[in-house]
């Protein structure tokens, strides 16, 4: 299976900083990467796709970038309704693998 | 408006069975590939299974190949997944999740908010 490991586990961060969250993939995945956001009690919610696509509806603030196996997922101004957890998740084998979450805290 | 609602859920002893149930609704079902994923209580996210738009391609986490099946009921929008000999570490929230038109493996656009099975004697 890909591993997928995600940098930092937790993060401190203020309303208007700049966020950038790392994940990396035990193999190439090429660019089939993508990025959750999940509050307490619900359900994770797509924010970007193909590593750097974003959903629909999904606030311009959220980007991601990278191939291979190096992706970054950036919040260019941190918003109070950003507060939760990130997962990356490859689906570029026939068993998908999530990261192991990334928790942004107010700081 | 596109929904996902999972069923199922309960208090079980070890070595027993569920089925869990995702109907699905406000979209044509049939069109698309299924997942099953759990998230057990205070940790991450974990892929259980997957299979195709028309049933014909089924996979299985490591975790519970063998024990598991995924299913699914085209004419009722509704998607399975038989749990069999369930172990303490099968606990966990199960959501069942839709990927884009197109795709088996694929991001995860659309998900319940999940129904919660409890392995305990």
């Known amino acids: 299976d890909i591993q997928m490991t995600q940098s930092p586990s937790t993060l401190s961060a203020s309303v208007g900083d700049r966020v950038t969250i790392t994940c990396r993939a035990s193999?190439?995945?090429?660019?089939?990467l993508a990025w959750y956001q999940q509050k307490p009690g619900k359900a994770p919610k797509l924010l970007i796709y193909?590593?750097?696509n974003l959903e629909s509806g999904v606030p311009s603030r959220f980007s991601g970038s990278g191939s291979g196996t190096e992706f970054t997922l950036t919040i260019s101004s941190l918003q109070p309704d950003d507060f939760a957890t990130y997962y990356c998740?490859?689906?570029?084998?026939?068993?998908?693998?999530f990261g192991q979450g990334t928790k942004v805290e107010i700081k | 408006q596109v929904q996902l609602v999972e069923s199922g859920g309960g208090v079980v002893q070890p070595g027993r069975s569920l089925r869990l149930s995702c109907a699905a609704s406000?979209?044509?079902?049939?069109?698309?590939?299924m997942h099953w994923v759990r998230q057990a209580p205070g940790k991450g996210l974990e892929w259980v299974a997957v299979?195709?738009?028309?049933?014909?391609?089924?996979y299985y986490a490591d975790s519970v190949e063998g024990r598991f099946t995924i299913s699914r009921d085209s004419s009722k929008n509704t998607l399975h997944l038989q749990m069999n000999s369930l172990r303490r570490e099968d606990t966990a929230v199960y959501h069942c999740?839709?990927?884009?038109?197109?795709?088996?493996?694929?991001?995860?656009?659309?998900w319940g908010q999940g129904t919660t099975v409890t392995v305990s004697s």
């Open positions: 193909k590593a750097s």
């Open positions: 299979i195709s738009y028309d049933g014909s391609s089924k």
């Open positions: 406000g979209f044509t079902f049939s069109s698309y590939a």
């Open positions: 193999h190439s995945i090429s660019s089939w």
């Open positions: 998740q490859q689906y570029n084998s026939n068993s998908p693998t």
């Open positions: 999740a839709r990927v884009p038109l197109g795709g088996l493996m694929g991001p995860m656009d659309v």
